[in-house]
Antibody, heavy 123, light 106 residues
Framework: EVQLVESGGGLVQPGRSLRLSCAAS????????MHWVRQAPGKGLEWVSG????????GYADSVKGRFTISRDNAKNSLYLQMNSLRAEDTALYYC????????????????WGQGTLVTVSS | DIQMTQSPSTLSASVGDRVTITCRAS??????LAWYQQKPGKAPKLLIY???SLESGVPSRFSGSGSGTEFTLTISSLQPDDFATYYC????????FGPGTKVDIK
């Protein structure tokens, strides 16, 4: 059974940093691209970032480019999101999601999602 | 950037109704469109990919159609488990999600 378990969320002040983690199991992690998607409270889904199976290709939404860094450790079956210079508008539930393909491009749908970790940016 | 719109934003329907949700892209995305279902407090679930391909395990009452800029998700006979919010997503260039359509009980 595919499982994706996010962690690392919490309350953080504007301008500070936070690192999210996603532990994957139940599939061959290093065969697939992985993504972060967020959802602000009561709002829709927003893609944040994606990374190919071998970290050779990475993409970011314009809203986080230059502030967030995605990475993965295939030996640990883990995905990460380093979030710096956090803003109030980054407040959201952050989902880790598995892609149906290994390459980042062309992009492909997301077939498994974690339950999310909540990030709240507030003073 | 490709923008996605959905209509309606809310849809009230009864069990057994045929339901259709429309998704439009700001430019052609060929058939690179997926549909997701999200229930309150839960993660999204992939229903349809490549505009009309049914994800494994998804009931056959769900179907998708369209290409280019206009797409539809149809539920042939609405079931109690189908009351949820539905999102379209383009994956022709990066990812963009539509704003969602909430299907609630009439």
């Amino acid at each position: 059974e595919v499982q994706l378990v996010e962690s690392g969320g919490g309350l953080v002040q504007p301008g500070r940093s936070l690192r999210l983690s996603c532990a994957a199991s139940g599939f061959t992690f290093d065969d697939y691209a992985m993504h972060w998607v967020r959802q602000a409270p009561g709002k829709g889904l927003e893609w944040v970032s994606g990374i190919s199976w071998n970290s050779g290709s990475i993409g970011y939404a314009d809203s986080v480019k230059g502030r967030f860094t995605i990475s993965r450790d295939n030996a640990k079956n883990s995905l990460y999101l380093q979030m710096n210079s956090l803003r109030a508008e980054d407040t959201a539930l952050y989902y880790c999601a598995k892609c149906t393909k290994g390459q980042l491009e062309p992009y492909a749908p997301l077939d498994y999602w974690g339950q999310g970790t909540l990030v709240t940016v507030s003073s | 950037d490709i923008q996605m719109t959905q209509s309606p934003s809310t849809l009230s329907a009864s069990v057994g109704d045929r339901v259709t949700i429309t998704c439009r892209a700001s430019q052609s995305i060929s058939s690179w469109l997926a549909w997701y279902q999200q229930k309150p407090g839960k993660a999204p679930k992939l229903l349809i990919y490549k505009a009309s391909s049914l994800e494994s395990g998804v009931p056959s009452r769900f179907s998708g159609s369209g290409s280019g800029t206009e797409f539809t998700l149809t539920i042939s006979s609405l079931q109690p488990d189908d009351f949820a919010t539905y999102y379209c997503q383009q994956y022709n260039s990066y990812f963009t999600f539509g704003p969602g359509t909430k299907v609630d009980i009439k």
